[in-house]
């Protein structure tokens, strides 16, 4: 073989248990994109030995692969779109928790809870500031107060809060602030419409690493979970890089000092040092 990418699974467990020790909430690895390219099921089954108790995916896909693999945890899906409507049923089916943005998904997934008979567990996303998926501030109470109605008829179990952050990782960025202030407003509205959801996140690994106000109830680390610090200019925070890349080398060479190296030459030789 040529090159090869090596997994080192204990450093994922190591790095889960870290987070875990940082923080009172609970840790939702995030293992979307097959592990952020260390495996699925192997990066899960890490996780969890680490401590995580939930695990969370974008796609339905991989969440289902989870249970189909064996995993009991508690897993969250996040990125499913109207059509998918095989995808959440078998979802669903298979308990896993899911986020709705919008009236148009809380109306899929209460149909399909009800067609299924088993009460869909939903993860109510406000939008504090990135503007991909999530409600609008104006879209929210309606869409609260529909969900408030369907937990009473019990076609939903489950009503989490949750949103995600766009700076964490650039620390004393403004934006942050305000996300988590529009979240505690989102928190106060959704009480004040009758809805004490079970779970509050916030946290992506910057978070989870740098801002124990915003843990909430869990947090939800990716980048760190493999290994990378999420804000490099601030240390390793204890964590393990879990994949090592090796390779045959090609070519050595000695490239002039001050030389651009490759494409853009993003990368220049230092120049050479004189002292007199
Ligand atoms: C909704 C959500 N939460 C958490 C994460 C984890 O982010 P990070 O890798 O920055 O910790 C991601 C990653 O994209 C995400 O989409």
Redesign the pocket.
């Known amino acids: 073989m040529r090159s090869e990418a090596l997994v080192d699974l204990a450093a994922i467990r190591a790095n889960v248990a870290t987070l875990r020790a940082g923080s009172s909430a609970e840790v939702m690895a995030?293992v979307?994109a097959d592990g952020?390219g260390h495996g699925l099921l192997q990066s899960a089954r890490a996780a969890t030995q680490g401590g995580a108790t939930w695990l969370?995916t974008?796609v339905l896909e991989e969440a289902i692969a989870l249970r189909d693999a064996g995993f009991t945890e508690r897993i969250l899906a996040?990125?499913w779109s109207p059509q998918e409507t095989a995808s959440l049923r078998r979802a669903l089916g298979a308990q896993i928790d899911i986020s709705v943005s919008s009236m148009t998904e809380l109306d899929l997934v209460v149909a399909t809870a009800a067609e299924l008979g088993l009460p869909a567990r939903a993860h109510f996303k406000i939008d504090t500031g990135l503007s991909r998926n999530g409600a609008t501030a104006r879209d929210w109470p309606e869409l609260i107060t529909a969900a408030a109605k369907a937990k009473a008829t019990g076609v939903i179990e489950t009503t989490a809060i949750w949103s995600?952050f766009v700076y964490?990782?650039s620390p004393g960025h403004p934006t942050t602030a305000r996300q988590i202030a529009r979240f505690q407003e989102a928190l106060e509205l959704a009480e004040n419409l009758g809805v004490t959801p079970e779970l509050r996140h916030l946290a992506?690994?910057?978070a989870?690493v740098s801002l124990p106000g915003a843990h909430f109830d869990l947090i939800?680390?990716?980048?760190?979970?493999y290994g990378l610090s999420?804000i490099p200019e601030q240390g390793d925070f204890g964590l393990v890089p879990a994949m090592t890349l090796r390779t045959h080398l090609a070519n050595a060479k000695r490239v002039p000092a001050g030389e651009g190296v490759s494409y853009g030459h993003q990368y220049v030789t230092t120049p050479t040092r004189t002292w007199r």
């Open positions: 995030v979307k952020y969370g974008a996040w990125l995600h964490a990782d992506n690994s910057a989870s939800r680390p990716g980048v760190a979970v999420p």
